[in-house]
């Protein structure tokens, strides 16, 4: 990789995890920082502006998910989250958090970089779609030129990995699209059964554009199947 090279901040307290992690990613020619605790990790993300933050739940000082809060709420910067427990509650309150991903400790070199590759590739929106200028969807209005999303007249912040699922679905709308299907198309080609992520990120969708979220008119589930987007007359 050249000078423009990905950042990533990697913030893990446990040296022989964190040298690990750094040595692996140094080595594809990414720019590694490292982090030993929730606390640096914000000082290194303030300073450095990193283009992927790679944070273990399980931290001292602060905490992964308090990193990530804290993170989201000023950035759109992908996060990928590290945790040793693989109870569902536990990835989808990292999720529900603002993070991107997560990863299941241990985990292998081939697997780290896979996600950490797709993560990066949503953030750069690697996918073009060709210029095409505003376009209206009942109360939303979505510019691919500058990834902008207004709705109901006043414009919306969405995270890459937000944007790109809310995209996806309403280029397919009206269609039925599988939980496999979205996941291949915006995670990436490793993801498969992580349904979690799904059901995270489409309430996140419904609290930005639905006027109802309990009560959705544009994201519609379909239980054990997938979702629709739904365009009424309105």
Known sequence: MTASSPKILVAEDESSLRDFICRNLAARGFVVIAAVDGHEALVFWEREQPDLLILDVMMPRLDGLEVCAHVRRRSL????VLTALDAESDKVAALDLGADD??????????????VRANLRRAAWAVMPPPRGP??????????DTRTVVVRGEAV??????YALLV???ANRH??????TLLQ?????????????LRVFVARLRRKIERDPANPQYLITEPGVGYRFVV???
């Open 77 to 80: 910067v992908p996060i990928l």
């Open 102 to 115: 997560y990863l299941t400790k241990p985990f292998g070199v081939e697997e780290l970089l896979a996600r």
């Open 135 to 144: 376009q209206r969807y009942g109360e939303l209005e979505i510019d691919d």
């Open 157 to 162: 912040r969405f995270t890459p990995t937000e």
């Open 168 to 170: 996806y679905l309403i």
């Open 175 to 180: 269609r039925i699209v599988a939980h496999h």
């Open 185 to 197: 198309a915006i995670w990436g080609e490793n993801y498969h059964n992580e349904v979690e992520y």
């Open 232 to 234: 009424g007359n309105m």
